[in-house]
């Protein structure tokens, strides 16, 4: 017997697979249980929740309030802070600018700007500073309120201003005299560094605010509205803010010694950083009686022009200034002092007098100059030390107000 060939062999048939179909009941019942799973979750972690979070104790109906007990007496610090407040707040007052808005049957106003005043005297009137007021010469229709201590309203004209310095003085019309409380006046010469001050004003609209520190530097220069450099400030650290500026500086027996007026901010806000300045009393003294006296108020002067200080510095003058020329009947040319000497063409011949020192206290530049004119008083007697031909020389002038 041979084998059979391959080719005789039978083949096995594949069969395919039968595919069922999936009965829908299957999945109407995994949907069910999947909810069912779902609901039982939730509600377990409510149970768990419930266990976890404190649950509130139960009420108690016989429950009562706290026995409190006294704050007790202040200490000396306290004690001087709470008397300088309550003896000047009456002569504190809010410097509102408003705007008069008319109507068909009645006018209305818009509060535009706020800051802070004191009582000067029993005329009713009011020191504050230029820049609160400036609104009413800038725009039309702008007033004046004065908030008294007591919250009454009155308003005011303006008597008259000093923009170099940032005072101003407005009238309360129609207020009795006896609702006045003037501010007394103490002397700023003698002031010290870390003395303690105290200011009251109106920061952000919130009337009769205390704050306190204490003087961290005496003689700064600040900036007037005008530019104009304002000599002699006060450098403190009591807390002063916007609606502050007129308020004022008072020592520890509640005294005027300054006239609050601005701040050093940050450029990227303008919050209080602890660097609060005042204009001196004596400053303010000099100048509000003579807004009063409806006289312009004087600015003490030597009779100089001065030289470019670039070209001085270039010119190999490391220091000083120079004076360029000399006024005539001033100071400087009573004194004998001289500017620039020019040939009869007209141009430069010699250099003229350079100021080194004013009453001992050195003049480095233009800034130094102005900055000790600035605090002198008309009719004052200086010193002034110079170079003339390479010799310092000293000469001897008498301030004028101009």
Not at 380 to 392: A, G, N, S, Y
Request: aromatic share 4%.
């Amino acid at each position: 017997m041979t084998d059979a060939d391959d080719n005789d062999r039978p083949r096995s048939r594949r069969r395919e697979p039968v595919r069922r179909k999936t009965s829908p009941a299957i999945y109407v019942a995994a949907g069910l249980l999947a909810v069912a799973f779902a609901i039982g979750g939730v509600w377990l972690g409510s149970k768990l929740v419930d266990v976890i979070r404190p649950q509130p104790a139960a009420a108690n109906p016989d429950a009562a309030p706290k026995e409190t007990v006294s704050n007790g007496p202040l200490d000396a610090e306290e004690t001087e802070a709470n008397r300088v407040f309550e003896d000047d707040k009456a002569s504190v007052v809010n410097v509102d600018t408003v705007l008069l808005q008319r109507g068909s049957f009645q006018g209305s106003e818009q509060q535009t700007g706020t800051g802070s005043g004191f009582v000067w005297d029993t005329d009713g009137r009011i020191v504050t500073n230029y820049h609160v007021i400036e609104e009413v010469y800038k725009r039309r229709n702008v007033a004046i309120r004065i908030v008294m201590a007591d919250r009454q309203v009155y308003d005011a004209r303006v008597v008259g201003t000093a923009a170099d310095y940032d005072l101003a003085v407005v009238q309360i019309l129609n207020v009795p005299k006896d609702r006045l409380k003037p501010i007394q006046v103490a002397t700023s010469s003698d002031l010290k560094v870390g003395q303690k001050v105290y200011a009251i004003g109106n920061p952000f609209g919130l009337s009769l605010t205390l704050t306190t520190g204490i003087i961290s530097n005496l003689d700064r220069s600040i900036e007037a509205p005008t530019g104009a450099p304002i000599p002699g400030a006060i450098q403190h650290t009591a807390q002063i803010n916007p609606g502050n500026s007129g308020g004022p500086l008072l020592n520890r027996t509640g005294k005027l010694v300054g006239v609050n007026t601005s701040i050093a901010t940050p450029q990227s806000g303008g919050g209080n950083v602890g660097i609060g300045f005042s204009i001196p009393s004596d400053t303010v003294n000099q100048v509000v009686t003579a807004i009063i006296r409806q006289e312009r108020p004087k600015k003490p002067d030597l009779g100089v022009r001065l030289y470019d200080e670039k070209r001085l510095r270039a010119s190999g003058y490391d220091k000083g200034v120079m004076i360029s020329e000399v006024i005539p009947g001033g100071p400087a040319d009573l004194a004998k002092l001289r500017g620039l000497r020019r040939a009869g063409n007209g141009a430069q011949a010699g250099p003229g007098d350079l100021i080194l020192a004013i009453n001992g206290e050195e003049v480095g530049g233009i800034a130094d100059f102005q900055r000790i004119v600035a605090k002198l008083k008309p009719d004052q007697t200086v010193r002034v030390r110079f170079l003339r031909d390479e010799t310092e020389r000293e000469a001897t002038l008498t301030v004028r107000g101009v």
